[in-house]
């Protein structure tokens, strides 16, 4: 590697950097951050997970994802109801608070893909294509 600059991971890393700052921007005036709208877009989409699908559908360890819906409860936008057939597991579900403000965020975040779209031009389908592709590989090595 010559320069720092032309290896994959820093350039992974900085592209991301930039998309969650102006993800952040875009979310802060409903005081909702972007790992938070994944799981109010989650729930939007399914309601009635537990915060281990969730996890698992957003790849978030155990003790983040509560963290996060600690924070979500505490905000009024997500409630936990018990199980019916397992009184050990807790229901995740929009509050009417969050129904009301989650087609503004969709629209927020669309506006996100829609400017890194135009930074990205008409290869812009295919990166994210291939982006797609490889978080969805797990274990990768040399052999790929």
Known sequence: MDRI???ISFQIGKAAQQISRRAKELLAPYGVTPVQYAILKCLDESAG???AELGARI???SAS???VIDRLVTLGLVERRPDSND???QRLYLTPKSKAQQLRLDKTMGQL???AGRLLGTSGPRFTRLL???GE???WSADV
Request: aromatic share 0%.
């Open 132 to 134: 797609q592709k490889l």
């Open 87 to 89: 009184r050990r597991v």
């Open 5 to 7: 600059e032309n290896c």
């Open 59 to 61: 790849v978030l360890d």
């Open 49 to 51: 997970m537990s915060g």
């Open 113 to 115: 893909n829609r400017e």
């Open 137 to 139: 590989r797990k274990n």
């Open 65 to 67: 994802i509560t963290g």
